[in-house]
């Protein structure tokens, strides 16, 4: 019977899994070679086991894609600080002295966030950095947006999924739901849970840590199929069809669940964070989640819809596969008193998040749910609950806690510094009046000078732009912009905004657009043509469906 358990597990530990590796920014080339991956309790792929445990194949990537990417990052090493100095040298006419300088700092951070020649962390404290050095700000308002709430609402929450993770609490969820009847009767029915599953985790853990956990209880349900004989061969006929939407599944469930609330993934903080500093407009928890999780759930239905066409009519059955979820998840036994602990800290969160703004919303402003949700904002809410994790016992005999600091500091320290330093490279941009002219310049470029022309443009070049770069990178890029442009064209910045950031998450075509996309790719078990063929096809309908999405519920929900 194919096993699922992590490389991880502990002997006589239910769930407990060892520590991971934490954040890394790495040229993209090594992530496809299974280094490890940004997000809270990722693995290294390689370390990533399943029925018949796949190492990273030598061919994962080729040998001139590996060359294609060294000689981007090398010429970006050059090519940044040209520009720079060309730029400071020669300001295009119309700017500020101090909106001329800072182009040619904003100019460099693109350029090295674009190709990587450095962390992506290290180039956004460079940029703020720089701005001192140059007399474009001072130091204090340079490095203040490092402590801005909306990172400390991620600190908390990075805290909080490294617990899940540690504990094995989200690999117990996982079994639980997918050895039921209800995903387990039909290959058409578990996939649609896979990507259920892996959507409702992202909302609240990294997709990268969502789909590493994912990944090989698919790769568990695979091998039950090819040893009892159900799917033929995995490269022919049904036995391809349900390899590639039961890994495309762990993948896009991954990516477009990020979007449900404002910790799913780094982008949403980004927008928020941005359209507060330089909007002046604050989006609760509540409002994101209403505005966002019908956009998730349309979008998921038709990947679901897309993944299981092919199986409707000549999939395997799935009779094999089910005891093997079954008996690896009466393998978990009882309920740690970690795990205890994880799961009512993450249901206290997850109230304090949502109740004091709901609550608001409903009895109106000037009310005690007012006063309670400005009491409890959501930055607040969560460092409380990840100190509480350091302060629940496990043990209390050893003196051993929920979360150790041998825990916190393997979370994304690297994500929270690009917080920082694209809030202070966008404050500056907008005290200097270069927001400004950019914005008025693409205006008069692109012609685009409505609401829904701006919604459209921005979520389609997030798309698309990030198939090729960090979606973080590029959100802090293009989320200011937005704002900016629309601004300059007399609109509401909070519809070009979210669309931006929104499309950063809906990458689906390339292995190197996503850690998700990255891991499955990996596996060997999925040819590249198979994942762009299904992605561009998913791209081309979220280039529909998140404009029009989002330009729908930011006018029928209330501010």
Same mark, same amino acid.
């Given at each position: 019977m194919p096993s699922f358990t992590s490389p991880g597990a502990a002997a006589g530990s239910p769930g407990k899994r060892e520590p991971v590796s934490g954040p890394y920014y790495a040229p993209r080339h090594e992530r496809l070679r299974g280094a490890k991956l940004s997000g809270r309790g990722d693995r290294p792929v390689s370390e990533v086991a399943g029925p018949d445990p796949p190492a990273v194949?030598?061919?994962?990537?080729?040998?001139?894609?590996?060359?294609?990417?060294?000689?981007?990052?090398?010429?970006g090493l050059f090519l940044g600080p040209a520009l720079f100095l060309f730029l400071l040298l020669l300001p295009p006419a119309g700017l500020s002295p101090a909106g001329g300088r800072l182009l040619a700092v904003v100019a460099l951070t693109v350029v090295w966030w674009v190709t990587e020649p450095v962390p992506?962390?290290?180039?956004?404290?460079?940029?703020?950095?720089?701005?001192?050095? =140059?007399?474009?700000?001072?130091?204090?308002?340079?490095?203040?947006?490092? +402590?801005d709430p909306v990172i400390f609402l991620f600190l908390g929450s990075f805290l909080l999924a490294e617990a899940m993770s540690a504990h094995g609490v989200d690999r117990r969820i996982a079994l639980a739901l997918l050895s039921t009847r209800t995903f387990g009767s039909s290959l058409a029915r578990l996939v649609a849970g896979f990507a259920l599953l892996s959507a409702a985790l992202s909302m609240w853990l990294s997709n990268t840590a969502t789909t590493a956990m994912l990944y090989p209880i698919a790769l568990g349900v695979l091998a039950a199929l090819r040893g009892a004989g159900a799917g033929a061969a995995e490269g022919s006929g049904p036995g391809r069809a349900a390899r590639v939407a039961l890994l495309l599944a762990c993948a896009y469930g991954s990516s477009i669940g990020g979007i449900g609330t404002p910790v799913g993934t780094p982008p949403n903080l980004i927008a928020l964070g941005q359209l507060e500093a330089l909007a002046g407009?604050?989006?609760?928890?509540?409002?994101? *989640?209403? *505005?966002?999780?019908?956009?998730?759930?349309v979008t998921l239905a038709f990947a679901v819809a897309y993944l299981v066409r092919p199986l409707r009519a000549r999939g395997p059955a799935l009779a094999a596969a089910r005891p093997a979820l079954v008996e690896e998840r009466r393998a978990q036994g009882a309920w740690s008193r970690g795990q205890r602990n994880v799961v009512f800290v993450f249901a206290a969160t997850v109230a304090l998040w949502i109740l004091p703004g709901l609550a608001a919303a409903v009895a109106g402003?000037?009310?005690?749910?007012?006063?309670?949700?400005?009491?409890?904002?959501?930055? !607040?809410?969560?460092?409380?609950?990840?100190m509480a994790l350091f302060a629940l016992p496990v043990s209390w005999a050893e003196r051993r806690f929920?979360?150790?600091?041998?825990?916190?500091?393997?979370?994304?320290?690297?994500? %929270? %510094? =690009?917080?920082?330093?694209?809030l202070s490279l966008g404050g500056a941009m907008f005290r200097t009046g270069l927001a400004d002219a950019l914005g008025r310049g693409l205006v008069g470029a692109t012609g685009a000078r409505t609401e829904i022309?701006?919604?459209?443009?921005?979520? !389609?070049?997030?798309?698309?732009?990030?198939?090729?770069?960090?979606?973080?990178?590029?959100a802090t890029m293009l989320v200011p912009l937005a704002i900016a442009t629309a601004r300059s064209a007399g609109l509401d910045p909070v519809a070009p905004a979210l669309s931006a950031a929104i499309g950063c998450s809906m990458a689906f075509m390339l292995p190197v657009a996503t850690p998700p996309n990255a891991?499955?790719?990996?596996? +060997?078990r999925i040819r590249i043509t198979e994942m762009a063929r299904a992605g561009f096809v998913m791209n081309l309908a979220v280039s529909v469906?998140?404009?029009?999405?989002? =330009?729908?519920?930011?006018r029928v929900l209330p501010r």
């Open positions: 194949p030598a061919g994962a990537i080729s040998a001139a894609e590996e060359r294609f990417d060294r000689r981007r990052r090398t010429a992506i962390p290290v180039t956004a404290v460079l940029g703020p950095a720089l701005t001192v050095v =140059l007399g474009v700000t001072g130091p204090k308002d340079a490095f203040a947006p490092f +402590g407009v604050r989006i609760p928890f509540f409002r994101w *989640m209403a *505005m966002a999780v019908p956009l998730l759930l402003p000037g009310g005690r749910a007012e006063r309670l949700a400005a009491a409890l904002p959501e930055a !607040v809410v969560a460092v409380l609950s990840g929920t979360l150790a600091w041998s825990d916190a500091v393997r979370i994304d320290w690297g994500t %929270l %510094l =690009l917080f920082g330093g694209g022309a701006l919604v459209f443009l921005f979520g !389609v070049v997030a798309i698309y732009l990030t198939e090729v770069t960090s979606n973080t990178a590029t891991i499955v790719y990996g596996s +060997g469906i998140v404009p029009l999405g989002v =330009l729908l519920l930011v």
